[in-house]
């Protein structure tokens, strides 16, 4: 069983900036979509960006020119870079891998609260 486990989010003024990180371990043994989604109180879970490799990437329009996304060279971590963070990008956001093609996450990370105060 794989798992994920997030770190880097935590308290920013508005236009700072933030790196989350998320570390896949265990029994992930071919390479998968990972990414970000995000929920913000009484809101849907979003996908904000995912990373198959660096020719294959999704960003929200939400965030696009803002938050960066990249994986490690072996393929079992991923970051996201947020510059220019704003009240509203204020969410706990989990780290996800699927398979290409999949639909649907397989697994998931804890979650990590980003605050950004106006």
């Known amino acids: 069983q794989a798992q994920l486990v997030e770190s880097g989010g935590g308290l920013v003024q508005s236009g700072g900036s933030l790196r989350l990180s998320c570390l896949a371990s265990?029994?992930?043994?071919?390479?998968?979509?990972m990414g970000w989604y995000r929920q913000a109180p009484e809101k849907q879970r979003e996908l904000v960006a995912s990373?198959?490799?660096?020719?294959?990437?999704y960003y929200a329009d939400s965030v696009k020119g803002r938050f960066t996304i990249s994986r490690s060279h072996d393929n079992n971590s991923v970051y996201m870079q947020m510059n220019n963070l704003k009240p509203e990008d204020t969410a706990v956001y989990y780290c996800?891998?699927?398979?290409?093609?999949?639909?649907?996450?397989?697994?998931w990370g804890q979650g990590t609260q980003v605050t950004v105060s106006s």
């Open positions: 996800y891998a699927k398979r290409r093609g999949s639909a649907d996450p397989l697994y």
């Open positions: 265990g029994s992930i043994r071919e390479i998968m979509v």
């Open positions: 990373i198959y490799n660096r020719f294959s990437t």
